[in-house]
């Protein structure tokens, strides 16, 4: 049995965090979001058909920089190489925020995505240090012609979501460890969606939208509004979850301790090919009648990617004043009081 002093201790914090508004803490808009993300040029951990480019040649080949159009302006455009032939590799881009996040509210307003595309893979995360045990979680992701949105968590073990909350979305596999019996691995716990206008090419049809995650000690709940339905909060900057906004596509909740699994998480964008999703699924896909490969599809169909590329309007993240310190737990599985 907890005390009640514990139960204290455990209750009023997330009572305040509740009725706290959400205050803006970092805003990648444009210039700011080239100054507050890296590139990453390693060979790709998920051993796509691609080469990742440093900021300097993605910005010099025109792969990287800021979009002004009639209909988008200033938005980060994030690109690839839709002109030369790639038998090494095709050249894109993966970028990773240098700030790492704790909770929080993380909303991205995004014109336009790669997806829809043959041997494309696309991602839109968060990921932390020591993979998969500060877990991570996959906003917006999907591969080849798909066309609904996959909502996905990656976690060590322990952590199961419950179908029983309110969300619109679909779930498709309920354990979110990498290594979870029953399920293929690194499969994570997934909720998809068919609304068309959630990824792809419906998405981009649409203007694209505005992705609303909310990090909470209790759960990871996912928005997406179409570019029409923006909540008039987003738009004036206060974001109130809790008001308008309508059930979640996604909400991954369960008999787990959130914070127990997501930690020090920082935001990707990438856009690789092929590799341990999108060319692992290939031979099955609809996309396999146009090369026998994945590879080969990427090396020489190089104008299938002209639309492949992310216009990004802004990445902003807001948190709570007085939002739940962490809990540490004792091996003998006593609270101790918050971290100062
Ligand atoms: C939260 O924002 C709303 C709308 O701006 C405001 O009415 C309310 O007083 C704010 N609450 C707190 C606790 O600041
Ligand atoms: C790309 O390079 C040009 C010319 O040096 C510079 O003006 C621009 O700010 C750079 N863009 C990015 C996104 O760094
Ligand atoms: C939902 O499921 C969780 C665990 O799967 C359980 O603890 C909780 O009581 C359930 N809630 C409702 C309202 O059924
Ligand atoms: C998508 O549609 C198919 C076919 O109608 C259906 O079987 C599937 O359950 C749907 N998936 C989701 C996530 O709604
Ligand atoms: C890819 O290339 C093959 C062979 O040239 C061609 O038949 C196919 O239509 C191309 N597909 C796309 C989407 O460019």
Same mark, same amino acid.
């Given at each position: 049995?907890?005390?009640?002093?514990?139960?204290?201790?455990?209750?009023?914090?997330?009572?305040?965090?509740?009725?706290?508004?959400?205050?803006?803490?970092?805003?990648?808009?444009?210039?700011?979001?080239?100054?507050?993300?890296?590139?990453?040029?390693?060979?790709?951990?998920?051993?796509?058909?691609?080469?990742?480019?440093?900021?300097?040649?993605?910005?010099?080949?025109?792969?990287?920089?800021?979009?002004?159009?009639?209909?988008?302006?200033?938005?980060?455009?994030?690109?690839?190489?839709?002109?030369?032939?790639?038998?090494?590799?095709?050249?894109?881009?993966?970028?990773?925020?240098?700030?790492? @996040?704790? /909770?929080?509210?993380?909303? +991205? $307003? %995004?014109?336009?995505?790669?997806?829809?595309? =043959?041997?494309? #893979?696309?991602?839109?995360?968060?990921?932390?240090?020591?993979?998969?045990?500060?877990?991570?979680?996959?906003?917006?992701?999907?591969?080849?012609?798909?066309?609904?949105?996959?909502?996905?968590?990656?976690?060590?073990?322990?952590?199961?979501?419950?179908?029983?909350?309110?969300?619109?979305?679909?779930?498709?596999?309920?354990?979110?460890?990498?290594?979870?019996?029953?399920?293929?691995?690194?499969?994570?716990?997934?909720?998809?969606?068919?609304?068309?206008?959630?990824?792809?090419?419906?998405?981009?049809?649409?203007?694209?939208?505005?992705?609303?995650?909310?990090?909470?000690?209790?759960?990871?709940?996912?928005?997406? @509004?179409? /570019?029409?339905?923006?909540? +008039? $909060? %987003?738009?004036?900057?206060?974001?109130?979850? =809790?008001?308008? #906004?309508?059930?979640?596509?996604?909400?991954?909740?369960?008999?787990?301790?959130?914070?127990?699994?997501?930690?020090?998480?920082?935001?990707?964008?990438?856009?690789?090919?092929?590799?341990?999703?999108?060319?692992?699924?290939?031979?099955?896909?609809?996309?396999?009648?146009?090369?026998?490969?994945?590879?080969?599809?990427?090396?020489?169909?190089?104008?299938?990617?002209?639309?492949?590329?992310?216009?990004?309007?802004?990445?902003?993240?807001?948190?709570?004043?007085?939002?739940?310190?962490?809990?540490?737990?004792?091996?003998?599985?006593?609270?101790?009081?918050?971290?100062?």
């Amino acid at each position: 049995m907890l005390s009640l002093f514990t139960m204290a201790l455990l209750v009023s914090p997330l009572i305040s965090s509740t009725l706290a508004n959400y205050t803006l803490s970092q805003d990648y808009t444009g210039r700011a979001f080239y100054d507050g993300f890296d590139f990453f040029t390693d060979a790709d951990p998920t051993n796509g058909h691609v080469k990742y480019l440093d900021k300097e040649n993605a910005n010099n080949s025109g792969i990287a920089g800021l979009m002004s159009s009639s209909t988008i302006n200033n938005a980060v455009y994030l690109g690839m190489d839709a002109v030369n032939e790639a038998p090494e590799g095709r050249r894109s881009i993966r970028v990773q925020s240098q700030k790492a @996040f704790n /909770r929080g509210l993380f909303i +991205a $307003d %995004i014109a336009h995505m790669p997806g829809g595309i =043959c041997s494309t #893979w696309p991602a839109f995360w968060l990921v932390g240090p020591n993979w998969p045990a500060s877990g991570e979680i996959d906003i917006l992701e999907g591969v080849n012609e798909q066309t609904g949105n996959s909502f996905t968590l990656h976690t060590g073990p322990g952590v199961v979501v419950s179908n029983n909350a309110s969300f619109t979305g679909q779930l498709v596999t309920p354990n979110c460890d990498v290594n979870a019996p029953g399920q293929d691995k690194n499969a994570g716990c997934t909720i998809s969606t068919n609304d068309t206008a959630t990824y792809g090419k419906g998405f981009n049809e649409n203007g694209g939208g505005v992705y609303a995650t909310e990090w909470t000690s209790s759960a990871i709940n996912i928005w997406f @509004f179409p /570019r029409n339905a923006i909540p +008039a $909060d %987003i738009v004036q900057g206060n974001p109130r979850p =809790c008001e308008s #906004w309508g059930p979640p596509r996604a909400v991954f909740s369960g008999d787990f301790k959130v914070d127990d699994h997501f930690k020090d998480l920082n935001i990707v964008f990438d856009t690789t090919f092929c590799g341990d999703w999108a060319g692992k699924v290939w031979a099955q896909s609809s996309c396999a009648s146009q090369a026998p490969t994945c590879e080969e599809f990427v090396t020489k169909n190089k104008s299938a990617f002209r639309e492949a590329y992310w216009a990004v309007n802004s990445v902003k993240v807001f948190e709570k004043m007085g939002d739940a310190p962490k809990l540490r737990t004792r091996s003998g599985g006593a609270v101790l009081p918050p971290l100062p």
